[in-house]
């Protein structure tokens, strides 16, 4: 059973904006998974565009995902990024080994490198920031951490496998160190309209991101709260 995202928020403001996507399944691909989630903010003004890519290969995963702003939201934040991460699963979800990013903010250009170990030991070979604000983090700290994209990704396995979306990430990616904690909001039946064409039930979530170590380069400001909405859209495991 996968689950897509519906409507979520997605990290280019502190504001809650809400997305919705449409999601294709290669006949020849049974364990890959492309989507595309259009990302509207308040007066349904287009903010962004979000194209994922999920690929499952037995016990292993890979999550590639490319970002960018448009329309008005483009005056405010410029954005185009990409990232990507690989790793396995394990019993209790998923586990990164490498994950890469490559993001452009208001013309400011920052690469990301981080490596996971099973023994819960993270790396982080991100190049500094051109603004010389260095961001610190004890390796004690992000110790057992993963990046932004296995812990959405942890939350949609546990969500196909029957559970709720109670959970809480602890989530290092270079960029950032928080929490990203996740609880129930309600069962909703959505009907297509507007700008977008799914029907049927889903489960609302609500994020919330808890920072644990504040960077203080503040370009690299995202999101504090959101909704997500997620629906079963391909049947399987």
């Not at 308040?42 to 292993?60: C, I, K, M, P, S």
């Not at 008005?72 to 954005?79: K, Q, Y």
Request: charge should be negative; hydrophobic fraction near 40%; proline fraction near 3%.
């Amino acid at each position: 059973m996968t689950f897509a995202r519906l409507a979520c928020l997605t990290g280019i403001s502190a504001a809650p904006f809400f997305m919705l996507g449409t999601l294709n399944v290669p006949a020849a691909e049974g364990d890959r998974v492309d989507a595309r989630f259009e990302i509207y903010g308040f007066a349904g003004f287009h903010v962004l565009t979000n194209r994922t890519t999920v690929q499952e290969t037995g016990d292993r995963y890979a999550i590639a995902m490319d970002l960018d702003t448009r329309g008005l939201a483009s005056v405010f934040v410029d954005l185009t990024s990409h990232s990507e991460v690989r790793g396995e699963f394990t019993r209790g979800g998923a586990r990164p080994e490498a994950y890469r990013a490559d993001v452009r903010r208001n013309g400011a250009e920052r690469h990301y490198a981080v490596d996971y170990r099973r023994d819960g030991t993270v790396t982080n070979a991100s190049a500094p920031a051109s603004s010389g604000q260095p961001f610190l983090v004890a390796a004690e700290q992000i110790r057992g951490t993963v990046d932004q994209l296995t812990a959405y990704f942890i939350l949609e396995r546990q969500l196909a496998h029957g559970g709720s979306c109670s959970l809480s990430v602890p989530v290092f990616d270079g960029s950032g160190f928080y929490n990203l904690r996740f609880t129930d909001l309600k069962r909703e039946m959505l009907s297509a309209g507007g700008n977008q064409n799914f029907a049927g039930p889903s489960q609302v979530c609500e994020v919330v991101r808890e920072d644990i170590v504040v960077n203080p380069d503040r370009n690299e400001d995202t999101y504090k709260h959101g909704r997500i909405w997620y629906a079963q859209v391909v049947a399987g495991d």
